[in-house]
């Protein structure tokens, strides 16, 4: 699809759409965000989001030149809803708990979007806004440059990583998630401790723990190691 993005000054449309909605970047994102909340992945198309907007389809493309532009609009959205009113305390082992567990929820609430839109890089308001935020965490810290980068990385894709696998297991048809959370009963329950003695010794415990995401224990070890990081400095 040619680039027909009309820019923002010359978008002279002003008249509602059949449903009274008047057209914004701001009303097709969120119109795009609730259709593929609704209907998953494949509500993701122009003419499905004109449907919904009470618009003709073409009308979107003044605002995004594709499909994929709009999603990376919707991956921005994503990162702006999870840091929605955050503010640094100063503290910051506090401050990187809080953004990563509201990356964690702000997906896991938009599980279908998360599978769309967790792997994608915008370079946009939102996302560049976390990028300034979580490296100024680290950096009021203590921490070197070349450190604070290394360990930005890799507590964002910690995150990020979760959060997407979190939220493809909820998307998951409810016969199909409860069949998951079966397994560990019906197949690791039966496994003998004369040829499976880890998981025999510890099958009750497995089995309770994998019923809920690893992500809070995961994100306190990776704390650990960045706090025993800065004290070794």
Do not use: C
């Amino acid at each position: 699809m040619a680039e027909r993005v009309v820019p923002e000054d010359r978008r002279q449309r002003r008249r509602p759409t059949k449903h009274g909605t008047v057209l914004s970047e701001r009303v097709i994102v969120e119109t795009a965000l609730r259709l593929v909340s609704q209907h998953g992945a494949d509500a993701l198309s122009v003419r499905r989001l004109g449907a919904a907007l009470g618009a003709d389809p073409s009308a979107v493309y003044r605002y995004f030149r594709n499909t994929d532009d709009l999603l990376l609009a919707l991956a921005d959205e994503m990162v702006g809803l999870a840091q929605a009113n955050w503010r640094a305390t100063g503290d910051w082992r506090a401050d990187l708990r809080d953004i990563a567990l509201r990356i964690h929820a702000a997906y896991l609430a938009h599980p279908q979007v998360a599978a769309l839109a967790a792997h994608r890089t915008t370079g946009r308001e939102h996302e560049t806004r976390a990028v300034e935020a979580i490296l100024g965490v680290l950096r009021t810290a203590g921490f070197p440059d070349p450190e604070a980068v290394r360990i930005y990385h890799a507590f964002v894709d910690q995150a990020l990583a979760f959060a997407a696998l979190d939220a493809a297991a909820q998307a998951l048809p409810t016969a199909a998630r409860e069949a998951d959370e079966q397994v560990w009963h019906e197949a690791y329950g039966r496994l003998a401790a004369d040829t499976h003695p880890h998981v025999a010794a510890t099958f009750p415990l497995l089995a309770a723990d994998m019923r809920d995401s690893g992500h809070p224990f995961a994100l306190e070890l990776l704390l650990d190691a960045v706090g025993a990081r800065l004290a070794a400095r």
